[in-house]
Nanobody, 127 residues
């Protein structure tokens, strides 16, 4: 397993941009699915985007597709979420997550229950 620490959350203007980072430590010498989730008070934890860090395959949910971009820098062991054209509805606590993925496993999933490592969250507010 790996340990995850998010950063980059803060206030942002509607229509603006912000980049979240998630530093990965631990056993990084293997394949992982990594993803970004968000959870506002009273809501379920919602998946936003995922990446298979070996193949580079990505997936986005409808609410963020075309606005957010997930990426992973293998050299820096860091996951990113570039958020553009922010909307007030994007205000939430954002979490990064990961689970180990083998080549024979089903494709990475955006379902929260599958993820085994979680960051502590970083708060994003949007005016």
């Amino acid at each position: 397993d790996v340990q995850l620490v998010e950063s980059g959350g803060d206030s942002a203007e509607a229509g603006g941009s912000r980049r979240l980072s998630c530093v990965v430590s631990g056993n990084t010498n293997t394949g992982y699915c990594m993803a970004w989730f968000r959870q506002a008070p009273g809501n379920n934890r919602a998946g936003l985007a995922l990446i298979n860090i070996v193949t580079g395959r990505t997936f986005y949910t409808d609410s963020v597709r075309g606005r957010f971009t997930i990426s992973h820098d293998n050299a820096k062991n860091t996951l990113y979420l570039q958020m553009n054209n922010l909307k007030p509805d994007d205000a939430s606590m954002y979490y990064c997550a990961a689970y180990r993925h083998e080549s024979w496993d089903p494709p990475c999933t955006i379902l929260a229950a599958r993820y085994t490592s979680w960051g502590q969250g970083t708060q994003v507010t949007v005016s």
